[in-house]
């Protein structure tokens, strides 16, 4: 099982938005039993950053975790959408 963090600035507003578009997509593509979600604020999450499968956020993240984040923005303004599903659905599937 594939762990997935989203995380925001404050672990409040945003995220839970994202959450809970990123569980309804899973649960419509038959996903939900291959992922355990996780919700936090990007202060708690820059040290072990690392003990998660797939991480969106919906703010800024320093350069040297880049890589490892799948922005979250497009859950919140509707453009892009697709192409984030499809960046997450990828890290699910990878082995």
Known sequence: MKKLLI???TGIATSTVVTGKVKDWLEQNG???????YQS????????????DIVVSTTLVPDNIKDKVIMGVPL?????TEAMFAEIKAKIEEE
């Open 31 to 37: 996903l939900s039993d291959s992922v355990k979600l």
């Open 41 to 52: 604020k990007i202060s708690e999450e820059l040290s072990r950053i690392d003990d998660y």
């Open 76 to 80: 919140l303004t509707g453009i892009g």
């Open 7 to 9: 995380m925001c600035g």
